[in-house]
Structure formats: structure tokens, C-alpha cells
């Protein structure tokens, strides 16, 4: 992915509370620096068309995308444009800010090399929807200048979401599957806000208008739009769902629902509809070719119908035991769906977590290790590595057996993931042995979380075999820091093993906090 997606929140910027709590556990992205060079080029109020095009045209690959899609189709110039200084003299400032923009920001966005989050498809469906946004405000005769890039970004903040949150992000789409909620409830239920909100938060912070921000904040709420963006966002609610109809992820959303939208808000009949929605599946190929997305073409949906019709006719004249057969095999295939759903999960616990603590194994710590490693070096920031054992272990085995040391293991384990934050990775490496991984976390705010534990573990009083026993742990702290030479998670773990020797060589029951050097 190109760029630095994390960063510190702005503190020069000045945060609304929603803000300052995306802030905390949502990190939003920055922008590249040609967006903000656009951004700033119409903020000032001196800002000329010539500071726009320069800037645009700074980047020929940039330029060459903006000049074909304001030659194609949707804007339906009878000349020919050939430079960026003529297309913002045709189109205007705002309309050729918002196309550079638009390209600058899906390019950002994409990276399918190592995510289980299909960017591609998530931004064919966003021009789709952009295209149908900007088509609708046109039919509306709605000021259309933002329509194009509020219908691009109305979902910005699900990569936002997917990019902060990852594997427990995904867990939403899972659970849509299985009870078909609106993601922004199931958003709601499990992190206390929507990719609404975080996507208008993110578009506040990077310096868009509020002709933007607002509509995008409110495209999915039925109830407490404000008067004055409440005709955008129901264009944003419409464009959406005519994408997911062209896209085949319509959930519900047929054409008889889209119908009538364009008959209550554009006034269309049905032709004049399919007509319509025929034009938005045209344009959007075009332009998802400029955006170079790879897949499969739009079919138009008169053909989707046409084919969905004829494959009725097929099915009549034995539709009552079809639909029984359907029915059945619906049934079934749910139930092999959760069997399935519920083997894997099974499975995925099997391969990573420790059977006997119920944290990760090693073999999932070493994996994760490397990959915190790799994202600490590709966005220059730090992590720490925290490793540690339980003193005089091999006594309690000797003196109360193994079944004994094995309960003492699942209750330091349980006391540990207890004091661990929830951004932590913890981990059972082996035998009496933990590590714990802990993610944008320098090395002196390691050692105090380290130094916690320990005091938590010293101060517990454990029954065992008709005694009460005291249990003390050793640790070992280390941890990179974006100004590190370090090249390899191996030399990292190193270090904290080192660390963790020299606790134990000490006195035991302390933190050695060594950090890493050459």
C-alpha cells in the first residue's frame, strides 16, 4: 500500500469529541501529499486555475486519468479536452478537484497483496455509486459539483475500519452472513460507532468541505438528517443500493425497490428507469477502466432482467416442486454453511491457539512477531516484545507434580491476559514460557506494563494441592524504535531473551528492560 497510513492524530487540527475518540482506538490515515497539494491549491482564497493545474499536472500519470474521464462520457463535452488548464476552465475548480482527488485516493487505498479485504471490488462498487450519484443530482438538477466524489467515499470508512482494525473488522462481514444486519449496526453493536461517522471523520480531518463531509456523516440514517443535507444524502442512500444491485450484492435491494426510488425522487417511469440504470452500468465501466481496476464488465441491468425473466419462464411450469426443492436445499446449505463455518473456526483455534492456556501458541506469536516487525519498519513506528517465565517452576512439578504445575500454568496465563491490554498479543511460547507483543508501544511503556504484571503475579495466592502458594515471574523487555538499526524480528527476540536471563541471574521476580542496540 502506498504511502504511511498510521499516523498521530493532528493536534494542531482542532478534534471534535468524535474525532478525539476515533483518535484513541481508530487511527485515521493521512493523505498523500499531491491530495493535500490539491487541497490547498482551492483552499486559499487566492487559489487560481493555474495552481490547480500545476499541481495536477506535477504528476502526468494523474493527469492523463483526469483528462479522460472529463472527456468521457459523463461530462459529454463536444470538444475535446487536451490539457488541465482547459478541462478546469470547462468544469470549474471544484469539479476537477474532486476527480484528481478521487484518483489520488483510490490509488492510496488499494493493496491486495497480503488482506483478505477485496479493495478492487470495493472500488468498482464505489464508482459505480459514484457514477449513479452524480447522474441522479444531475436528473435532480441538485448542485452536482460534490455528487461524483461523495458517492466515491460514502464508504471510506470501512477501509478505514479494515486498515485499523483488521482481523476484527472482518468479523462483521462474518456475522452479516449469518443474521443479515446493516453493517453500520453490526459496526455500532461492536465498536461503539459506524464507517459513517469514521469516514466523515477522516474526511474532516483531511481538510474536505463540509458539502462532502455532512452527506457522507448521514447516507445510511433514516431518522435525524439535518434539512440542508438531507437531499444529498438520500441521493448517497440511492446510489448505493443501485450499485450493489449492479454488482450482485444487492441483499434485497431489486429493482422494483430501486424503481420506485426514481419514480418518488426523479419522477421516472419504468423505462425511463431501466434507461437510466442501463447509462449508470455503461459510464461506470468507462470509468472504472480509468481508475484501472481489474474484473469483470457491468452487464446492463435490462439484460440482467431480460436473463433473469427468461430463466423464470424456464422454472414455471414446475415451480411449486422447484420451490419446494429450493427451499430444502436453502436449508441445507445453511446448515453445511455454520457446520462448515463452525469446523473452521474449530480448526483455525486448533492451529493457533495453546490447548492448554487457551492463549496463542508460538506458532502463532512467531508469525504475528515477524509481521509486527515488517509493519514497524514499513511505517516507522515502534512495537515492543515482552518475554517471561514463571521462577522456580520446575519446583512446584517436583514437589506437586506435573497435573499441579499445569493448573499453576492456566492461572498465571488467565492473570496475565487479564493485565494485558486489549491491543496486546499474548502468548504461550512453551512450557512455563509467555511473550507478549505489544504494538505502537515504546520500549519504557513496555517495561511499566511488564512491571505490572509482575506485581500482579507476586501478589496472587494460589490453593494448590491443600496449600496456598506464591508465585513470582521473571520478565525481559526490548523493542523497536523507527531510529533502530535492527533488521530482523530474530535479533529482537534476542535481545529480549537477554533481557529476560539477566532478570533471572538478578534475583528473579523483576523487569529488565534492555533496549535493543547493535
Known amino acids: ?133 452524480d447522474m441522479i443530482a444531475r436528473h435532480m438538477k441538485h448542485k452536482n459539483d460534490e455528487a461524483f466524489v461523495c458517492g466515491l467515499l460514502q464508504d471510506i470508512g470501512v477501509v478505514i475500519f479494515f486498515l485499523a482494525k483488521g482481523q476484527e473488522y472482518g468479523c462483521i462481514f462474518d456475522e452479516k452472513k449469518v443474521n443479515d444486519a446493516p453493517i453500520a449496526v453490526l459496526e455500532k453493536k461492536l ?72 419514480r418518488e425522487m426523479l419522477n421516472l417511469g419504468e423505462d425511463a428507469a431501466k434507461s437510466l440504470l442501463d447509462q449508470v452500468a455503461k459510464e461506470s465501466n468507462d470509468i472504472i477502466s480509468f481508475f484501472e481496476l481489474p474484473g469483470t464488465t457491468i452487464k446492463p441491468i435490462s439484460q440482467l432482467l431480460q436473463e433473469a425473466n427468461s430463466e423464470l419462464a424456464k422454472l414455471n411450469f414446475s415451480y411449486e416442486h422447484l420451490a419446494l ?44 512477531l515477524e509481521n509486527e516487525f515488517n509493519r514497524a519498519i514499513r511505517y516507522q513506528r515502534p512495537f515492543s516484545l515482552v518475554l517471561l517465565d514463571i521462577d522456580r517452576f520446575k519446583k512446584v512439578n517436583d514437589e506437586l507434580g506435573h497435573r499441579a504445575g499445569s493448573a499453576l500454568i492456566r492461572i498465571i496465563g488467565s492473570a496475565l491476559e487479564r493485565v494485558s491490554r486489549s491491543t496486546d498479543l499474548l502468548a504461550r511460547y512453551g512450557g512455563d514460557e509467555f511473550a507478549l507483543i505489544c504494538p505502537e508501544t515504546g520500549v519504557k511503556a513496555a517495561a ?38 535492527i533488521n530482523a524480528s530474530a535479533m529482537l527476540f534476542d535481545a529480549a531473551d537477554r533481557a529476560l536471563h539477566l532478570s533471572k541471574s538478578n534475583g528473579r521476580n523483576q523487569v529488565t528492560m534492555l533496549p535493543y542496540s547493535d
Open 1 to 133: 500500500m502506498r504511502g504511511s497510513y498510521f499516523l498521530k492524530t493532528a493536534k494542531e487540527r482542532t478534534m471534535t469529541p468524535l474525532q478525539t475518540l476515533i483518535g484513541n482506538d481508530i487511527q485515521i490515515p493521512t493523505l498523500p501529499s499531491i491530495a493535500v497539494m490539491i487541497l490547498e491549491a482551492v483552499r486559499d482564497e487566492d487559489s487560481s486555475l493555474e495552481s490547480l493545474a500545476k499541481v495536477v499536472s506535477s504528476d502526468p500519470a494523474l493527469a492523463a486519468r483526469v483528462l479522460k474521464v472529463t472527456n468521457s462520457s459523463l461530462y459529454g463535452l463536444r470538444n475535446k479536452v487536451s490539457t488541465i488548464k482547459q478541462a478546469i476552465s470547462i468544469l470549474g475548480l471544484n469539479a476537477l478537484k474532486n476527480i484528481a482527488l478521487s484518483f489520488v485516493i483510490v490509488e492510496s487505498f488499494q493493496d491486495e497483496s497480503d488482506s483478505d479485504f477485496n479493495f478492487s471490488f470495493f472500488w468498482k462498487r464505489a464508482v459505480t455509486a459514484a457514477v449513479a450519484a
Open 191 to 262: 465498536f461503539g460507532i459506524d464507517h459513517q461517522e469514521v469516514g466523515a471523520a477522516a474526511l474532516d480531518l483531511w481538510g474536505l468541505p463540509a458539502s462532502i463531509v455532512e452527506p457522507i456523516r448521514y447516507h445510511h440514517c433514516e431518522r435525524g438528517v439535518p434539512k440542508e443535507v438531507a437531499k444529498h444524502a438520500r441521493i448517497l442512500q440511492l446510489s448505493d443500493r443501485i450499485s450493489a444491485l449492479c454488482h450482485g450484492t444487492h441483499n434485497g435491494q431489486t429493482f422494483t425497490t430501486i424503481k420506485s426510488l426514481l
Open 448 to 485: 511499566i506494563l511488564a512491571q505490572r504484571m509482575c506485581r500482579t503475579i507476586e501478589q496472587l495466592v494460589i490453593p494448590m494441592c491443600g496449600k496456598k502458594i506464591n508465585i513470582t515471574i521473571s520478565l525481559g523487555v526490548t523493542g523497536y524504535e523507527p531510529a533502530s538499526s
Open 325 to 368: 426443492q429450493y427451499q430444502w436445499e436453502k436449508e441445507r446449505a445453511l446448515e453445511l454453511a455454520q457446520a462448515l463455518k463452525s469446523a473452521n473456526e474449530k480448526l483455525k483455534s486448533m492451529a493457533f491457539r495453546d490447548e492448554l492456556t487457551g492463549l496463542f501458541n508460538q506458532r502463532y506469536f512467531l508469525t504475528s
